[in-house]
């Protein structure tokens, strides 16, 4: 919940106009297959749903070690 922080069990998680679709767990967790270019809606009674664009973000390559230490890092 926004306002709470809490999490919200059996929220529907789902691509519009697709099958592909599943639920929260308890812990207001989820899997789902990623669609890139679709949006993805979360949507549960008593509250507006949202539709959010799936994309994919680039994180930085980190080299092997290079942070595993930073007090001796030169």
Do not use: M, W
Not at 15 to 41: A, M, P, R
């Amino acid at each position: 919940d926004y306002k709470t922080g809490e999490p919200l069990p059996y929220v529907n998680v789902y691509y519009e106009g697709t099958s592909t679709g599943v639920n929260t767990d308890l812990n207001g967790k989820y899997s789902i297959k990623k669609l890139v270019g679709k949006k993805l809606s979360f949507s549960f009674v008593g509250y507006e749903t949202i539709e959010l664009p799936v994309v994919i973000k680039q994180l930085p390559v980190l080299r092997s070690g290079s942070y595993a230490n930073p007090k001796h890092h030169r």
